[in-house]
C-alpha cells in the first residue's frame, strides 16, 4: 500500500493490517478450492526467454 487513508501510526498500520488479512483470506480461499492463483508477475530474463523461443 503506497498511501494510508488514515493519518496516524496506529489507524495506518491497522489498515495494513486489515489489507494483509483480507489477501491471506483471498489466497486460503482459492488454496482450499483447488484453483491456486496465477502468477502474473514474469521478469525481464524470463520474458526474453519466451520472446526467443516463439
Do not use: C
Not at 486489515?18 to 521478469?43: E, K, M, Q, Y
Request: aromatic share 8%; hydrophobic share 50%.
Amino acid at each position: 500500500m503506497r498511501r494510508a487513508r488514515y493519518l496516524g501510526l496506529q489507524k495506518t498500520h491497522l489498515e495494513h493490517v486489515f489489507s494483509a488479512v483480507a489477501l491471506n483470506l483471498i489466497r486460503l480461499d482459492a488454496w482450499w478450492n483447488g484453483h491456486p492463483l496465477d502468477r502474473t508477475r514474469v521478469g525481464h530474463l524470463a520474458r526474453l526467454d519466451l520472446s526467443l523461443v516463439v
